[in-house]
């Protein structure tokens, strides 16, 4: 090879040596930054209650959640209406830490069960304790 080849080939091998452990640094950042939140994405970039983990339960995307799980999703829910009826979801969510997303599959298990009634429609919805008493699951 020539000098000027050479020469060429060393600054390329160099620029891609920066550039790599450019995005090494940044990978690394990201990671920290992630963790030192707790790993959640919460709003606001605050902490994240031990219910939004529980809802989450640490799964990526697109995971589905264990029976185990929504159990104590629901049981918590049923426990906060009894103690609070007649809140609306978004003021459930901000004293549970949880999102709607995470708690409808819950309440809609528990309104067919009879847990939790509800009055209203929509964003108006209000929930209260319903007559049905919560089964509480047998371990086996």
């Not at 080939?9 to 690394?28: C, D, K, P, S």
């Not at 629901?74 to 978004?90: D, Y």
Request: net charge positive; glycine share 12%.
């Amino acid at each position: 090879m020539s000098d000027f080849q050479t020469e060429m080939n060393r600054v390329v091998q160099g620029f891609v040596a920066q550039i790599t452990e450019l995005a090494r640094r940044a990978a690394i950042d990201t990671l920290e930054t992630a963790l030192s939140r707790g790993g959640g994405r919460a709003k606001g970039g605050g902490a994240t209650s031990v219910l939004s983990v529980v809802a989450r339960g640490g799964r990526g995307r697109g995971t589905k959640r264990t029976s185990d799980e929504l159990e104590k999703l629901s049981e918590s829910f049923v426990e906060f209406v009894k103690s609070n009826p007649g809140l609306r979801i978004e003021q459930i969510n901000k004293q549970l830490g949880t999102t709607t997303k995470d708690l409808a599959l819950p309440i809609r298990k528990l309104i067919a069960d009879g847990d939790i009634k509800v009055k209203g429609q929509k964003r108006s919805t209000t929930y209260f304790a319903g007559e049905g008493g919560r089964k509480k699951k047998a371990k086996n």
